[in-house]
């Protein structure tokens, strides 16, 4: 939870070993259904289902839309 103790993306990167655009990446897929985001943490969702290619191809606004989607994977 380091973005609500008001980290910054670099800060938060330094401290996960990660880049700076990872973590500005990551942080956009928050909006993801949480059921999608458990998959995702968990390692339950899909094989094609990476957070690569969901910050390269996008995902849509609306859970129901986003879960369609994912499961046609």
Same mark, same amino acid.
């Given at each position: 939870m380091?973005?609500i103790?008001?980290k910054?993306?670099t800060?938060? *990167?330094?401290?996960? %070993?990660?880049?700076n655009r =990872? ?7 928050a909006?993801?259904? #949480?059921?999608?985001?458990? *998959?995702?943490a968990? %390692?339950?969702?899909?094989? =094609? ?5 969901l910050?390269?191809?996008?995902? #849509? ?6 879960r369609?989607?994912?499961a046609?994977?």
């Amino acid at each position: 939870m380091m973005i609500i103790d008001g980290k910054t993306f670099t800060e938060i *990167a330094e401290a996960e %070993g990660a880049s700076n655009r =990872r973590i500005q990446d990551a942080v956009d897929l928050a909006p993801l259904a #949480p059921n999608i985001l458990d *998959a995702i943490a968990t %390692g339950q969702q899909p094989d =094609r289902l990476t957070t690569d290619i969901l910050i390269k191809t996008g995902f #849509p606004a609306l859970w129901s839309e986003q879960r369609a989607r994912f499961a046609a994977l």
